[in-house]
């Protein structure tokens, strides 16, 4: 009996959460879609100078392959010592001001780049390729699966 | 703490009856059991206010978790701060305070899992994901598998009690007890 009650009053208390999130989210200017495109880590931002992003592990397989292209790692020093893409620099976002100088030093602006974090979770390598763009580099892309994408597919890693 | 854990794990009872009368008078501390609503109350509507405020912060948060489906991660986002929000608010305000409890619990107990579950892993949670630098707190997903255990025991409390609830408002508009 108390056990049909509860579920009773579960089910109105459950219902009027439902009903609410839904009708909330719908007439809130900062509302969702119910089914999200999770294809992108960046929310928004500039639309133009963006650069492009490499949507599958696959893809960024090939370019690394194809060689050329020097993979920014936008995550801690920390991580990127536990492990990154071989051949990889580091670029942590919050070094960038302090380490950019020796960055362009190293490197000519029309270096191929392409920059990633830990996932597609993470805006760091969104960030860190905007901050790049700025800084002169012409051709920068996003590998948006990131560290943890690379490592899932098996690819190598130092 | 170590009471509350009593009222949560009863193969305590057998032992003694010490402890059996320990767990009968916290679960009929009515004094207690207010507390615990307003805490536990409080606690879900002030978790609730950013992940409404931001509900695309907290998709992504919830994605990150690496355990959902992608289709019903928006749907999670959406709906899991209003749950939180009036199960909360029936606890404070005393309406189903047991039911209520229930769904606390339950959310709890999800929570619960995909930390420990992400922890097992080893999942990189701490990836500068969500503002740049944070990558320095390993132990932050620890802390909060400990409070949300804390939280469920004394989700416990209010399914298990037994006796008069003070301060529910949802007896005054049904004559059914609440």
């Known amino acids: 009996m108390v056990v049909r009650k509860t579920i009773k009053e579960i089910l109105i208390l459950v219902g009027v959460s439902v009903i609410l999130a839904v009708g909330v989210n719908y007439f809130s200017p900062r509302g969702i879609a119910l089914v999200g495109q999770w294809n992108t880590a960046s929310p928004g931002g500039a639309a133009e100078d963006k650069p492009a992003e490499i949507e599958s592990v696959a893809q960024a397989s090939e370019i690394f392959d194809a060689g050329a292209v020097l993979f920014v790692d936008a995550r801690s020093q920390k991580d990127y010592e536990n492990g990154h893409i071989p051949g990889a620099v580091s670029l942590p976002l919050d070094h960038f001001d302090d380490r950019i100088e020796s960055f362009l030093n190293r490197y000519p602006s029309e270096q191929p780049i392409v920059t990633y974090c830990s996932g597609r979770t993470c805006e760091d390598s969104h960030n860190l390729g905007r901050f790049l763009s700025e800084a002169g580099y012409t051709d920068v892309r996003i590998f948006i699966d990131g560290f943890s994408g690379w490592q899932a597919e098996g690819n190598p890693i130092e | 703490m170590c009471a509350f854990l009593l009222t949560a794990f009863p193969a305590g009872r057998q032992r003694g009856i010490p402890l059996s009368n320990l767990r009968k008078s916290i679960l009929s501390n009515s004094w207690i059991e207010l507390a615990t609503r307003w805490i536990l109350g409080l606690t879900f509507i002030y978790a609730s206010f950013y992940k409404i405020a931001s509900p695309d912060d907290f998709a992504k948060i919830v994605y990150g978790y690496n355990l959902f489906p992608e ?108």
Request: aromatic share 12%; charged share 10%.
């Open chain 2, 71 to 178: 289709i019903f991660i928006n749907l999670i986002a959406i709906i899991i701060p209003f749950l939180e929000v009036i199960a909360g608010l029936a606890l404070i305000i005393g309406i189903y305070p047991r039911s209520a409890a229930v769904i606390i619990n339950a959310l709890l107990l999800a929570f619960i899992t995909a930390l420990a579950i992400n922890l097992i892993r080893g999942h990189e949670f701490d990836c500068g994901c969500f503002s740049a630098g944070q990558s320095e707190y390993p132990g932050a997903s620890w802390v909060m598998l400990v409070r949300d255990l804390i939280f469920f025991v004394l989700g416990m409390q209010i399914v298990l009690f037994k006796g008069h609830r003070r301060s529910c408002f949802g007896r005054l508009i049904s004559r059914h007890s609440f």
